[in-house]
């Protein structure tokens, strides 16, 4: 048995093992840390990398920096090609010659630029019998008839164009009227604009046919059918749109990106029922097909001057991920660790809520030189001091005890106040009482000391908004006249509208006694909102306007108080957009049920802007309409603006520079800042200074930090 | 044996009553009667939000309690299992030694150890961890991503260790002082002198004979790990019972400071009745 006594004296050394041992982990475990990785404090854990949800703070930092858009933003915030690589508008113009010599003739006579005027680049001529196809560069409106108005009268067909318009399916539908049509022999040439426009070139006894047209499409009335007889015409045109996508971008799993991915998105974004419905944004585009694997054409049956702008809020999806829209499971699964083309790419989530992130090798663009990014979280305030001591951390989110010890550090961190992206209105339903007076909703903006409302913590600010616009725009250089802070004004107005302060109530009361009550809905998970309505509440209950929030949730808001219209105030928040177009929001076409116009304002001059806005082209011109549009809209107020808030990034001070490329392929370095472009844009920039040595640390290969 | 344990059982339950109603009235005596707190012992709600969880473990219902437990469990089964391993095997090799003049040496290293408050062993730890480690005290920002959650475990017996080394000091010391008080009685000398060798004295006569009182003294640490759990818990900043109580104590939380003094007399309770049923089987009462 001495054996077993001495095993049982011995057997505390197998715990003194054990612990050394268990130490010596540890302490390995501690190496391998983030190496040279660009490492942000978060607070709270990176969420899912959802393109189609508002998201904001470093979530939306990173889904930013995994994926890229189609077209982005200079340092003057104007529109540059980017996987798309160009676009082409072109006119094409079909014309009905009079023969097949006579097509010969007019074809000739366009190549050597006879029948062309100034303005008029061609990019292709085509002539197949007596129909001569030319494309002109551009979208003009008039170029159609001009170009044929400079051809031999005697070229030209003598035909009468019969547009047919239905509802859909107008191939199907002329196809079964030809079929036993007796006068369908006058039809001598007939084509097509998508799904719901036919032109027919009738000869001869046109009468005879237009009576059977329209017998027959009177006994069709559910496509909703319009027959206009255009006139003498042997020329139809159309806009296209050419795509150029480059060839050399890739996404992360190492797959081309090609136009079958842009189809693909912009298929299930302008879908009904699509997460994010983008159908009201590309209105101008009737159709969209790929040409071969990096090129796409879309007809237009609109051509405004902000198109490419829709295809730059246009999310690229992959589409060998996606296209099972079946699998609910999968598309989890690709916004837990998404597929993107952008500057990194996804290596891995941490255990703690964070993420990493690593360059990406195969980014068509210039590469990064900051091949890590580390988002991980520091669960107290020593351990983030000590890091920020020891070069461990570069970025911050602060929380209030990192904020009172910055306080009271000056010159260990310094802040970078991002662009504002989100403003905070109040939309008011202009359909109901009182809030159908002008004069009301003018009061409610000038009792609101927006002091006493906005705030400013560590992670965000709050201040009064600037425009309509994104900042930095240049058609956006004039601040939004809202109502400046004027209680006696705000008052004498109220009392015009009738509403009188009765002393013995503390409130405001109509003629009939009744008190004026507001109901404003809140979405309650939103504790933001809940704060500013409840500060708002406070302030108009100062000129004896009672408020009563409700708050609810978020599905609630939207199906039930939104969608239906069924409100009187609901205090939202959007993102300010880099496009110029806000015709969905405040056009009056918007109102009708599911439309972006929330707010129930219908005004000619508005919607005449709105337009003008969407077509223009001379910049000038689009900072007069601009300007324009913000005073009506101020005028009629039909939301109250509250604010606008940005991010506020804390940084350890010289920690991160931005090393951009150059047109000439040097790096250009900088100090860590946002540019006019905002966050976007410069984040993939940036990069550890390295000024602060930091332990020998390997990558974040190792099994922990 | 059945009727023993629910003997014992009904013992421990009445136990358990008696600690409860003493916790009560120390509660209102201290908050409501010398403390002047406006709340009483009666007044409070179980249903009500645990405040001091919410700071501990993020949720403040009762639920949030369960992770707590556990790394407590963690630690007191660490301390205490080391204990009772050290504890019995080097007491008994201290008696076994006792013809040695410097036998009581063996036990200096852990007495030494154990009169050093765990307070002193924080800060060499803290010390430790700053400067070669660059991590302040338990680093929990610190995420093992793959295999085992070593850091958890490290974590645990740092705490556990000034709780062990105390518990192990004592029962050393007891577990060898009652062999040798026991080694010192007339029949020993009369077994050397009947030819005995001194292993088989001590192996099969000393032990054997103590048997069951070293048995019962093998709870004998376990309050004074789980007092000494409370303030190494809280100066570690470790998630906790002890933090619990702690916590509650701070925020005047009666549930909080009842359910932990039940938590703790139940672990001693039961303890004490796993020990009477081992000593009962081996026919020692």
Redo the contacts between chains.
């Keep these: 048995?001495f054996w077993l006594?001495t095993l049982?004296?011995v057997?505390?050394l197998a715990?003194a093992f054990a612990?050394v041992l268990?130490?010596r982990?540890?302490?390995h475990?501690?190496l391998p840390g983030v190496g040279e990785a660009l490492t942000t404090s978060i607070r709270e854990p990176i969420g899912p990398l959802d393109l189609f949800t508002p998201i904001s703070g470093p979530t939306r930092e990173v889904r930013d920096l995994i994926f890229d858009p189609l077209l982005i933003r200079d340092d003057d915030l104007n529109l540059r090609p980017h996987i798309i690589s160009s676009w082409d508008s072109q006119t094409v113009i079909v014309i009905r010659c009079f023969s097949e010599e006579a097509a010969g003739e007019a074809e000739a006579m366009i190549m050597s630029e006879e029948y062309l005027d100034e303005d008029m680049t061609v990019l292709g001529l085509n002539r197949e019998g007596s129909v001569l196809t030319v494309a002109l560069e551009g979208f003009i409106p008039d170029f159609e008839t001009r170009l044929v108005g400079n051809f031999d009268p005697g070229l030209l067909g003598d035909y009468l164009l019969v547009r047919l318009r239905l509802k859909h399916s107008i191939q199907d539908s002329l196809s079964t009227f030809l079929n036993s049509s007796v006068e369908k022999g006058q039809i001598k040439m007939l084509d097509f604009e998508g799904d719901e426009v036919a032109n027919l070139f009738v000869k001869g006894d046109t009468d005879l046919f237009l009576r059977e047209l329209e017998l027959y499409y009177d006994s069709n009335l559910s496509l909703a059918p319009e027959i206009e007889v255009v006139g003498q015409q042997s020329f139809t045109s159309s806009q296209e749109l050419s795509i150029q996508l480059r060839g050399d971008v890739k996404w992360h799993d190492g797959r081309p990106v090609t136009s079958a991915d842009l189809l693909f998105s912009y298929g299930e974004l302008t879908r009904p029922g699509s997460p994010m419905p983008l159908k009201g944004t590309f209105w101008f585009l009737e159709s969209l097909e790929a040409v071969d694997e990096f090129s796409l054409r879309g007809v237009c049956q609109d051509t405004p001057a902000v198109m490419m702008e829709s295809f730059e809020a246009l999310p690229l999806l992959p589409a060998h991920l996606l296209s099972d829209q079946s699998d609910e499971e999968r598309w989890l699964k690709f916004v837990e660790s998404p597929i993107g083309c952008g500057p990194y790419r996804v290596e891995?989530r941490?255990?703690?809520g964070g993420i990493v992130l690593a360059v990406f090798e195969g980014y068509f663009g210039t590469k990064p030189e900051q091949e890590w990014n580390v988002y991980?979280?520091?669960?107290?305030l020593?351990?983030k001091l000590?890091?920020l001591r020891?070069g461990?951390v570069d970025c911050l989110v602060p929380d209030e005890r990192f904020s009172d010890w910055s306080m009271r550090n000056p010159g260990r961190v310094r802040q970078i106040r991002c662009l504002p992206r989100i403003q905070y209105l109040v939309a008011w339903n202009l359909d109901t009482e009182p809030l159908d007076q002008n004069s009301v909703r003018t009061a409610l903006a000038k009792s609101v000391d927006l002091n006493a409302v906005l705030t400013e913590t560590a992670i965000s600010y709050q201040e009064p908004v600037w425009s309509l616009f994104f900042p930095g725009l240049p058609y956006a250089n004039r601040a939004l006249p809202l109502p400046l802070l004027d209680l006696k004004g705000a008052e004498n107005l109220l009392d015009e509208a009738g509403y009188l302060f009765d002393e013995s109530q503390g409130a405001r009361v109509d003629e009939a006694g009744v008190v004026l009550t507001l109901k404003l809905s809140v979405n309650e998970a939103d504790s933001e909102h809940v704060r500013l309505a409840r500060a708002l509440q406070n302030q108009w209950a100062a000129i004896g306007v009672v408020v009563e929030i409700e708050e609810v949730s978020w599905e609630v808001l939207l199906n039930q108080r939104l969608l239906t219209r069924e409100f009187e105030g609901v205090l939202l928040s959007w993102e300010i957009p880099l496009k110029r177009d806000r015709y969905e929001a405040f056009h009056s076409r918007g109102v009708e049920e599911g439309g972006g116009n929330l707010f129930g304002l219908r005004n000619q001059v508005v919607d005449e802007l709105l337009i003008n806005l969407r077509e223009e082209n001379r910049p000038d011109m689009i900072a007069v309409e601009a300007h324009r549009l913000q005073d009506e809209i101020v005028s009629l107020q039909p939301c109250f603006f509250i604010g606008q808030s940005g991010r506020i990034i804390t940084i350890r001070d010289e920690a991160v520079e931005v090393v951009r490329p150059s047109a000439g392929g040097e790096s250009i370095r900088s100090p860590a800042g946002i540019g006019k472009a905002g966050l976007e844009r410069s984040r993939p920039w940036w990069r550890r200074s390295g000024k602060i040595s930091t332990?020998p640390l390997t990558t974040p290969e190792g099994?922990?930090? | 044996m059945i009727r023993f344990f629910g003997q014992r059982l009904l013992v421990m339950l009445v136990r358990l009553v008696i600690v409860a109603i003493l916790l009560v009235t120390a509660i209102e005596l201290g908050y409501g009667v010398l403390g002047n707190s406006d709340v009483h012992v009666w007044e409070v709600s179980f249903s009500d939000p645990v405040v001091p969880l919410a700071e501990l473990s993020g949720s403040s219902t009762w639920e949030g309690m369960i992770p707590l437990l556990k790394s407590s469990m963690l630690i007191v089964g660490l301390a205490w299992g080391?204990t009772v391993?050290?504890g019995y095997?080097?007491g008994?090799?201290a008696a076994r030694l006792r013809q040695f003049k410097g036998h009581h040496l063996f036990l200096v290293p852990w007495l030494v150890l154990a009169s050093i408050p765990g307070f002193w062993w924080v800060i060499q730890v803290a010390i430790y961890s700053?400067f070669?480690?660059?991590?302040?005290?338990f680093?929990?920002?610190?995420?093992?991503?793959?295999?085992p959650d070593?850091?958890q475990?490290?974590n645990a017996?740092v705490v556990a260790?000034p709780l062990g080394v105390l518990g192990i000091s004592v029962q050393m010391r007891v577990v060898s002082e009652r062999i040798r008080e026991e080694a010192g009685l007339p029949f020993v000398r009369g077994l050397h002198r009947a030819g005995y060798s001194e292993s088989e004295i001590f192996?099969k006569n000393i032990l054997r004979r103590l048997t069951g009182e070293l048995v019962r003294l093998s709870d004998a640490t376990l309050p004074l790990i789980l007092g000494g759990l409370i303030f190494v818990e809280v100066a570690f900043?470790y998630e906790g019972m002890g933090s619990f109580l702690i916590s509650s104590l701070q925020l005047s939380y009666f549930p909080g400071i009842f359910v932990t003094g039940i938590w703790m007399a139940g672990i001693i309770g039961l303890a004490a009745l796993i020990r009477e049923m081992v000593v009962h089987s081996l026919g020692d009462d």
């Design positions: 048995m006594r049982f004296y057997s505390p715990i612990v268990l130490f982990e540890v302490s475990l501690q891995r941490r255990e703690d991980r979280r520091f669960d107290s020593e351990s000590l890091a020891s461990r332990s099994r922990g930090e | 080391a391993l050290v095997s080097w008994i090799l700053y070669k480690w660059e991590r302040p005290g680093a929990n920002e610190v995420v093992v991503e793959s295999g070593l850091m475990w490290w017996v260790i192996y900043r």
